[in-house]
């Protein structure tokens, strides 16, 4: 029951305002007008304003109000653009508010079926249709998605490029086709269906927005092409029902949506139903399980392939709970938590519902609002999973937002719809997303091509077009890194000869099998031997170590490392970064011992460390020594630094130096073997100091990169992956060492072994293939930002040089040689 506003107003003051002995009478409380938004044009209104930006000038209505009015042409039409008052229109009031003109123009085309009926109509239309959906079906449904998914799919070859959109929607017209109508389209149907789909649209949103319905009926171009798309429609809609002759066949499985809709009877008649209600029916599942589905899907690949480690987790999930070669069950996907928290995530930022519509039958409020009887009233699901009120980030792709069940049942979040028009098809249609993700995933790695990614294109629907990868099988990349992995170990087994301090980086990458990236390197080699022998008398002047551990430490060939991570330093700059890494390196080594183990010791290393970022430092610390030399280099890295470098930098030095007393609580624990790979990722991201080695970049440069260039979402994202793939490379080349210690170690090919199940081989060539892809990714970003920021292109490059510099490091320095293998 809905209260009256004027009952809700006052119960509201009742809980504000301490009751009186004798409460005055209640003022009638008058509904108000919604408010009308800025910048109609005469005789448009705001249809210019929706049509040129539909998702900007709907989502920059919420400022106005919870409900706004806006003119389309001659007609005023109230946006609802809160949540919760959509959910109050779905739900209580979904019988005095039926559906509006978008949904008109189908119901004129297609009948009455269960997408545009009303009232008793379609709740027995429902109960008619309800059982295809129940869950006694979805096994055999599942069966029939991963075996359609990998027939499409093993059609593709090796090298091919494809456009996804226009496969996906192939490929979900095939699902719908062969799980409810048990039928296969011809070539032609199906190829005829996506040409026509696309006008049917576009006619449905124009002649939504006519001001008369009579404008439906003139000869104009876009009600031809409307037509023509609907005749087109009934005829593939009659070929999946009646066979390819046309003729009513007998539907030979009782479980067929055909079949269910022709044993029922019309409750009001107590007829058969009719073939042209059969028809509705089945034209509104094709549209419904079609377009929406593959739009999705297409959304999902676009995403998996700009968040690398979104995909790899997916994979390492399917590998656990949905192994290769098994017919997915509804108990499987019930374990698939985190790929159901991605589809959710991909569901919420790219709502395919741009706009829908209903009409006001009676008077109604929403909230303070009074909307009077015969006021059409719409809402985006697309604005509303898109509020910066409802979401954090909200144009940010965070799967990790709906863990533990953090969004489901909201009210903001409605894909599907609420209330008695809530769609039938929603368990199967987040069944199919997973189905068909798992099976390409599983086959193909697709790999983006430069300027084809997708883009919004938004009719009634928020459609992904453009998107294009370059096929490469998962098999092919697992043949490629067995002899990768094969090198990789080799090489740490057997250490690295000596070579010359400029040295060439190797002809090819042996993560990426391609031809290296070449690292400048202008400075002379004696000049970096000099900056190397400096180092060498820091380390002694401050204690950090005796002459006698030089020899060792010196074979780590630190300063090799910088000379190909920064190529450009010189001078003072040059010893900063070679003093700053040695630094971390012996502090890094001491977490081998006592301290990484043990929480307080580690904390009493630690915290004078980040104290003194801000100017303090308690002077009892365990080894002064590390204390007094950093309090030394991060007055080097600090001066003359504008505000915004210093906070920058003091802020990730602090995440950096943070990971070393979590990880000795986390073995104090025990907890090491149960950490996940995003736990794990995010300690190594952070702990690696690849971070400030990044700010340090401005330092070597003389300036700041640009501000806009730091506001940047996608510089974020690029630094993340910086970070990230200088971290595997170091796991990789780190592996045999770390696999000796007693303590339990942090490095991602051991924690994909214990969290997938997977062999050495394998976890290493997962760790392989996600530096390649982080790489790639890294490029695109690098080419966009640049193209936008050109001042901060030196700092883009630096991000590439200093991964280059670490996987040539990494493969050559006595750093990660086993104890006692060093000489051999």
């Known amino acids: ?361 009676v008077p109604v409020d929403l909230g303070p609002y009074r909307v009077p009887a015969g006021t059409e009233l719409l809402y985006s699901l697309t604005a509303l999973h898109r509020d910066p009120l409802r979401y954090d980030e909200p144009l940010s792709f965070r799967p990790e937002r709906w863990q533990d069940g953090g969004g489901l049942g909201r009210p903001s979040f409605l894909p599907f719809g609420a209330g008695k028009h809530k769609c039938i098809g929603e368990a199967f249609a987040w069944a199919e997303l997973t189905v068909a993700a798992a099976a390409i995933l599983r086959r193909w790695r697709p790999v983006a091509v430069p300027g084809a990614r997708a883009r919004e294109v938004v009719w009634t629907t928020v459609q992904a077009q453009g998107l294009r990868v370059r096929l490469a099988p998962r098999t092919e990349a697992v043949v490629t890194a067995a002899a990768v992995t094969e090198a990789v170990v080799t090489e740490v087994e057997a250490g690295a000869p000596e070579q010359p301090v400029n040295k060439p980086l190797p002809a090819r990458c042996p993560f990426t099998g391609t031809g290296a990236t070449p690292v400048p390197t202008p400075r002379p080699p004696a000049e970096l031997r000099a900056a190397a022998d400096r180092h060498a008398d820091w380390t002694v002047h401050h204690g950090l170590l005796a002459p006698a551990e030089l020899p060792g430490y010196q074979a780590y060939a630190l300063h090799e490392l910088i000379g190909h991570a920064f190529p450009r330093a010189r001078g003072t700059e040059l010893d900063l970064l070679v003093d700053t890494l040695g630094w971390f390196t012996v502090l890094d080594d001491r977490f081998d011992g006592p301290p990484g183990r043990r929480p307080t010791e580690a904390h009493a290393l630690v915290d004078p460390l980040i104290s003194a970022l801000d100017g303090g430092a308690r002077p009892d610390t365990p080894d002064d020594r590390l204390l007094t030399a950093w309090r030394e280099l991060w007055h080097r890295q600090s001066e003359a630094a504008s505000p915004a470098w210093r906070a920058r930098a003091a802020r990730e030095w602090r995440a950096c130096l943070a990971t070393f007393p979590a990880e000795a609580e986390h073995r104090a624990r025990g907890t090491v073997p149960a950490l996940g790979l995003a736990d794990t990722m995010r300690l190594r991201r952070h702990g690696s100091c690849l971070y400030p080695f990044m700010n340090i970049l401005e330092r070597v440069h003389g300036a700041d990169a640009p501000a806009a260039l730091h506001a940047e979402p996608a510089l974020h994202r690029l630094r993340a992956n910086t970070a990230d793939a200088a971290t595997l490379i170091n796991d990789l080349y780190s592996l045999e060492r770390e696999e000796r210690q007693s303590a339990a170690a942090f490095n991602t090919v051991l924690t994909l072994q214990r969290v997938r199940g997977c062999t050495r081989s394998r976890a290493v060539r997962a760790v392989r293939a996600r530096v390649t892809r982080l790489r790639q990714e890294n490029e695109e970003l690098r080419r966009d930002l640049g193209r936008r920021h050109p001042a901060g292109r030196w700092y883009l490059d630096g991000t590439r040089e200093l991964v280059a510099g670490v996987q040539a490091w990494t493969s050559t320095s006595d750093r990660y040689l086993v104890p006692g293998d060093r000489g051999r």
């Open 1 to 361: 029951m809905v209260l009256p506003t004027n009952v809700l107003l006052a119960e509201t003051r009742k809980r504000i305002v301490p009751p009186r002995t004798t409460p005055p009478p209640v003022p009638a409380v008058r509904a108000a007008v919604p408010p009308l938004a800025p910048g109609a044009l005469p005789g448009l209104g705001h249809a210019t304003a929706l049509l040129r930006d539909p998702l900007g000038f709907l989502g920059s209505l919420a400022r106005l109000g919870g409900v706004v009015r806006i003119r389309l042409g001659p007609r005023t039409v109230c946006v609802v653009t809160d949540a919760r008052l959509v959910h109050t229109l779905l739900v209580a009031l979904a019988r005095d508010c039926p559906r509006g003109a978008v949904q008109d123009t189908l119901r004129t085309a297609f009948g009455d079926g269960l997408l545009m009926s009303e009232g008793q109509a379609h709740r027995d239309r429902r109960r008619t249709i309800q059982p295809a959906f129940g869950p006694d079906r979805m096994a055999g449904y599942l069966a029939v998605m991963h075996q359609v998914t990998e027939e499409r799919a093993g059609r593709w070859r090796p090298g091919q490029v494809l456009d996804v959109a226009k496969e996906m929607n192939h490929l979900a017209l095939e699902i719908v086709t062969r799980s409810l109508f048990d039928a296969r389209l011809s070539e032609d149907a199906t190829l005829a269906f996506h040409r026509a789909l696309p006008d049917l649209v576009k006619g449905q949103i124009v002649q939504s927005l006519y001001p008369h319905p009579a404008f439906a009926r003139l000869p104009l171009p876009v009600n031809r092409r409307f037509d023509a798309a609907v005749r087109v429609l009934n005829r593939v809609v009659d070929q999946a029902v009646n066979g390819r002759s046309g003729k009513v066949r007998s539907d030979r499985r009782a479980g067929t949506l055909p079949a269910l809709l022709r044993a029922a009877t019309d409750p009001a008649t107590g007829r058969p139903l009719t073939e042209a209600d059969v028809r509705s029916e089945a034209i509104t599942m094709f549209g419904a399980g079609t377009e929406t589905v593959s739009t999705t899907l297409t959304w999902l690949l676009d995403e998996l392939l700009r968040h690398p480690e979104v995909e790899a987790r997916v994979l390492a999930e399917l590998d656990e709970h949905l192994p290769a070669g098994t017919t997915p069950t509804p108990e499987a996907l019930g374990r698939l938590t985190y790929t159901r928290s991605v589809t959710q995530e991909v569901v919420r930022l790219h709502a395919p519902n741009a706009f829908l519509m209903r009409t006001a039958q």
